[in-house]
């Protein structure tokens, strides 16, 4: 027998495998990442339904560390709660056992027709049944890798060198926790290492008890990536989640450790079969510590937030300063404090339409990029804001509650839209001429800045009415519509006539001309359904069209 041979063979399966797995995930990220991912950050609203979606999502990802960081991403941006981030984790490490369940039976048989069915979908022109198709290759590629490492296996199970080897393996079992763990940490996947792990213990190359050790530290070692890989900064609070995780499993691999002689002889007395033994011992692991963690997860989330208290930065401007959690038990002073954050986004869209004006005035490269990090603080405040009162109690809300907390997502929602259109377009159009080195020409480019000093005076009009609900100011507010609509009219009517008596200055920025007069309308459309609508709406003063009806 050539060891070295059947070495490099047995390197070549576990890559085999450890590809076939690769196949497997992006397979199904391709074709369900996008649907997968919303659809867990829509069900991580409680416990409950955070686990069984950590469950499904990781049953079909196979990948206990891509779900890990996507909670870790969602927990990080502030989007979800901790604790059903910690439930959905803990889905997540029960979901990934469910694979290795599956190939704990023979279905090596099934591996050639996974390949055939798999090429010829790959071969599709369509992207559906080609991702699928990677699926079903993959699924192929694993079954092989599994057949092919028990075939290599079984030459060796009786060579006294290597018995007294893994004997001397056996009796260590910290030690057979740490290889485990650096082996799925390394591979990204404590599927393949468990995988492996089975083929050996199926030949009775590994000892049960060291069998269930190395599963023991696969699940550690799973845990560490989305720590090191996960969100990044200074910020404590962002690692809070992959941090809990990596703790829960430390502290169940330590009871594993000192209960394995005990469970060990359990499982080997209840399943002969080793290979379904250490199938079995994996998804028992997950479970019971789940279930031993499961009630106590907000008790457990409080712990971490004091070990890890959020970071205040008083330089971010894009850090809540009025979003008190202690104040979501009373609602009328969590929204007094939301309306109250909604205000600095209204004072953020002011400074980015200060800034867009000078662009367009000066054509300074530097406001513009400094205007347009404007827009990623809109942004954070906009998802503080909706995260904070979409987290409030429904049975708490009275019906004047409900009111105000829709007027908060609306004033919110509009204020981030007209960023939006600030940021990618009126900026990119003042970036563009900057980079060509023209300018609009002087009338047009004083109707630009005309309606660009109205809007600023909009956006006052509209956070003072969104405090007051005014209906004057609110009436008001929403003839801005049709004054924008004719100053639109007016300076385009205008526009065409420069381009009619041959005005080179005008023909050169022609487009991006209409686009930014097209933009500012916009823009004021959104101010006036920001805080406009609402009130005339409450007032029955809104007209459901602005068709003229009958014949």
Do not use: C
Not at 161 to 183: E, H, I, K, R
Not at 336 to 357: F, Q, T, W
């Amino acid at each position: 027998m050539d060891l070295p041979l059947t070495l490099l063979n047995l390197a070549g399966a576990v890559a085999l495998l450890l590809w076939g797995i690769h196949m497997v995930q992006t397979g199904v990220q391709r074709a369900f990442g996008a649907k997968l991912r919303n659809f867990l950050a829509t069900t991580l609203n409680n416990r409950l339904n955070a686990f069984l979606a950590g469950i499904g999502v990781t049953a079909i990802l196979q990948s206990s560390t891509a779900t890990g960081l996507m909670v870790t991403g969602f927990a990080a941006g502030g989007l979800v709660d901790l604790v059903p981030a910690l439930a959905a984790m803990l889905g997540a490490n029960v979901g990934t056992t469910l694979i290795v369940q599956v190939l704990s039976f023979d279905v090596a048989a099934l591996a050639p027709a996974f390949l055939l069915i798999g090429v010829l979908m790959f071969r599709r022109a369509s992207a559906g049944p080609r991702d699928f198709g990677r699926v079903l290759i993959g699924l192929g590629l694993l079954l092989m890798a599994l057949y092919q490492f028990v075939s290599l296996l079984k030459p060796y199970e009786d060579l006294p060198n290597l018995t007294m080897l893994l004997g001397a393996v056996s009796t260590q079992p910290l030690l057979d926790v740490v290889l485990a763990a650096g082996l799925a940490w390394a591979a990204h996947s404590s599927v393949a290492v468990v995988l492996v792990i089975m083929s050996f213990a199926a030949q009775g190359t590994v000892p049960p008890d060291a069998a269930f050790a190395l599963v023991l530290g696969a699940n550690l070692g799973t845990a560490i990536n989305p720590v090191l890989e996960g969100a990044a900064g200074a910020d404590p609070a962002a690692r809070r989640l992959p941090i809990g995780n990596l703790i829960n499993r430390i502290f169940g691999v330590s009871i594993g450790l000192i209960l394995l002689p005990i469970i060990g002889s359990w499982m080997v007395a209840i399943e002969p079969n080793n290979a379904r033994a250490v199938a079995d011992f994996h998804t028992a692991f997950n479970l019971i510590l789940a279930l031993i963690f499961f009630p106590i997860l907000k008790p457990y989330a409080a712990l971490l937030r004091r070990w890890m208290p959020a970071r205040i930065d008083p330089a971010d401007p894009g850090q809540p300063l009025y979003l008190d959690p202690s104040a979501r038990e009373h609602p009328a002073i969590a929204l007094g404090g939301a309306a109250r954050e909604a205000l600095r986004l209204a004072d953020v869209l002011e400074k980015m339409l200060i800034g867009v004006r000078d662009a367009f005035e000066k054509a300074n490269r530097r406001q513009i990029s400094d205007t347009k990090r404007l827009d990623d603080v809109l942004d954070k405040l906009n998802t503080a804001i909706k995260t904070y009162v979409t987290s409030l109690d429904p049975e708490e809300l009275g019906e004047a509650d409900h009111a105000r907390l829709r007027e908060i997502l609306t004033f919110a929602t509009n204020m981030e839209h007209a960023g939006d259109i600030v940021d990618k377009n009126l900026l990119g159009i003042a970036n563009k001429m900057v980079k060509r080195g023209v300018t609009f020409p002087k009338s047009g480019q004083d109707e630009v800045l005309e309606m660009i000093d109205r809007l600023i005076a909009n956006v006052r009009t509209a956070a003072s009415l969104f405090m007051t609900g005014d209906g004057r100011a609110a009436r008001l507010l929403a003839n801005e519509k049709e004054i924008f609509r004719t100053m639109e009219s007016t300076a385009t009517d205008a526009h065409f006539e420069r381009l009619r008596i041959g005005r080179i200055d005008t023909l050169e920025t022609s487009t991006m001309h209409l686009d930014a007069l097209r933009d500012l309308k916009s823009v004021n459309a959104n101010l006036v359904a920001a805080a406009a609508y609402p009130v005339l709406e409450r007032n029955g003063e809104l007209l459901a069209t602005r068709v003229r009806l009958g014949g």
